[in-house]
């Protein structure tokens, strides 16, 4: 089945390559799409067989030594590497919204600021031109989202006519340069591993080493040497990325407790993460596991009395109850359930939370 699917992503990886040598053509009949596509997909490091694998360089966490490069520092080099050339290009610096989604996924509280530092040290004398170019882009991506509807309602002629009008309003003359065959092929590689991570959802009948492989192999051919290969860096990321994939899930919670941390650490240690990372996540995943267990015990006491009583006695037991389960975060789960959420009824998702 392992070589199956490696034959099955061989053969998808050489589609996309064709597709790269053909005309843009048919790029403004998939704009609607374009929003979806434009989402960031995280790559995955070195699998379970070091020797076959390739080095997918250093591991940025807070656990690794002070020689290593900082994030911030691994992309001023690639920015300069890859874009250096061609960076006063509108098409050049619209590839860029994906960095800065990047960083603001790293970064959720100061995002933009440290995206533009970095776009100063790479490119001081563009920075702010390319600021404004993404800002619009990103305008553009709204707009596309606000009128999907209306958009795949149209027929194509009339779409495309729309899509152009609105790409003209924001960029002007450079709306022609923008969406260009760089652009179009760095979607496809988006797409592609898309794919990849669909295919993986589906293959309920290879085991977590086969899919770590694969997963490896198609990345790999699909990112290496490419602007976006700074993805690799993120072991975090990678490992939730993974570690969502339904199938993973789905073997996982058929494993005895010690059995599946076993696996879980094994994951995390072929991902690049060193001995003292999966030490400390192991400690992390035995706090989340007794949550886990508390949570879930309260629930069936939650619906034992909801199924007993109800109006001002049921709450009266139920502010009770969850005195008793969440002590000092009582009033929060409180909340969340006037708000009508209920954190353990939430599919676990074993290594994510």
Same mark, same amino acid.
């Given at each position: 089945?392992?070589k199956?699917?490696?034959?099955?992503?061989?053969?998808?990886?050489? +589609?996309?390559?064709?597709?790269?040598?053909i005309?843009?053509i048919?790029?403004?009949?998939?704009?609607?799409?374009?929003?979806?596509?434009?989402?960031?997909?995280? +790559?995955?490091?070195?699998?379970?067989?070091?020797? /076959?694998?390739?080095?997918?360089?250093p591991?940025n !966490?807070?656990?690794?030594?002070? /020689? @290593?490069?900082s994030?911030?520092?691994?992309?001023v080099?690639?920015?300069?590497?890859?874009?250096?050339? !061609?960076?006063?290009?509108?098409?050049?610096?619209?590839?860029l919204l994906?960095?800065?989604?990047?960083?603001?996924?790293?970064?959720?509280?100061?995002?933009?600021?440290r995206?533009?530092?970095i776009?100063?040290?790479?490119?001081?004398?563009? +920075?702010?031109?390319?600021?404004?170019?993404?800002?619009?882009?990103?305008?553009?991506?709204?707009?596309?989202?606000?009128?999907?509807i209306?958009? /795949?309602e149209?027929?194509?002629?009339?779409?495309?006519?729309?899509?152009?009008?609105?790409?003209?309003?924001? =960029?002007?003359?450079?709306?022609?340069?923008?969406?260009?065959? @760089?652009?179009?092929?760095?979607?496809?590689?988006?797409?592609?591993?898309?794919?990849?991570?669909?295919?993986?959802?589906?293959?309920?009948?290879?085991?977590?080493?086969?899919?770590?492989?694969?997963?490896?192999? +198609?990345?790999?051919?699909?990112?290496?040497? !490419?602007?976006?290969?700074?993805?690799?860096?993120n072991?975090?990321?990678?490992?939730?990325v =993974?570690?969502?994939?339904?199938?993973?899930?789905?073997?996982?919670?058929?494993?005895?407790?010690?059995?599946?941390?076993?696996?879980?650490?094994?994951?995390?240690r @072929?991902?690049?993460?060193?001995?003292?990372?999966?030490?400390?996540?192991?400690?992390?995943?035995?706090?989340?596991?007794?949550?886990?267990?508390?949570?879930?015990?309260?629930? $069936?006491?939650?619906?034992?009395?909801?199924?007993?009583?109800?109006?001002? @006695?049921?709450?009266?037991?139920?502010?009770?109850?969850?005195? $008793? =389960?969440?002590?000092?975060?009582?009033?929060?789960i409180e909340?969340?359930? !006037?708000?009508? =959420?209920?954190r353990?009824?939430?599919?676990?998702?074993?290594?994510?939370?």
């Open positions: 089945m392992k199956t699917l490696l034959i099955i992503f061989a053969a998808l990886l050489f +589609a996309i390559m064709v597709v790269f040598s005309s843009v048919t790029y403004d009949s998939r704009q609607t799409d374009t929003i979806e596509k434009n989402r960031p997909v995280a +790559a995955i490091p070195s699998g379970r067989k070091p020797s /076959s694998q390739p080095s997918l360089g591991t !966490t807070a656990s690794s030594p002070p /020689s @290593e490069m994030v911030e520092d691994r992309l080099e690639e920015l300069k590497k890859y874009y250096g050339d !061609t960076i006063a290009l509108k098409s050049t610096q619209a590839i994906k960095v800065r989604d990047y960083i603001r996924s790293l970064y959720p509280e100061d995002g933009d600021e995206f533009y530092t776009l100063k040290r790479a490119f001081p004398e563009l +920075a702010d031109e390319i600021i404004i170019t993404l800002d619009k882009l990103e305008k553009y991506n709204r707009w596309l989202t606000e009128n999907q209306k958009l /795949s149209m027929n194509d002629l009339e779409r495309k006519g729309t899509l152009w009008e609105k790409r003209q309003a924001l =960029f002007g003359d450079d709306a022609e340069e923008i969406w260009s065959d @760089e652009l179009f092929a760095y979607e496809e590689r988006q797409q592609a591993m898309k794919e990849a991570i669909r295919l993986l959802d589906e293959s309920y009948d290879t085991s977590i080493e086969e899919k770590l492989d694969v997963y490896i192999s +198609a990345l790999t051919e699909t990112y290496e040497g !490419t602007p976006e290969a700074y993805f690799l860096e072991r975090g990321l990678l490992s939730k =993974f570690f969502g994939i339904d199938s993973v899930q789905k073997e996982l919670a058929r494993m005895q407790p010690d059995r599946r941390q076993m696996e879980i650490n094994e994951i995390r @072929e991902m690049g993460f060193t001995q003292t990372q999966i030490e400390d996540h192991e400690k992390i995943d035995a706090y989340r596991n007794q949550r886990w267990e508390n949570g879930l015990n309260y629930m $069936k006491e939650r619906d034992a009395l909801a199924a007993q009583y109800s109006g001002p @006695e049921l709450e009266e037991k139920l502010n009770t109850l969850r005195e $008793k =389960f969440f002590k000092h975060e009582a009033v929060t909340r969340e359930e !006037t708000d009508g =959420f209920f353990y009824k939430r599919p676990r998702v074993y290594g994510r939370n």
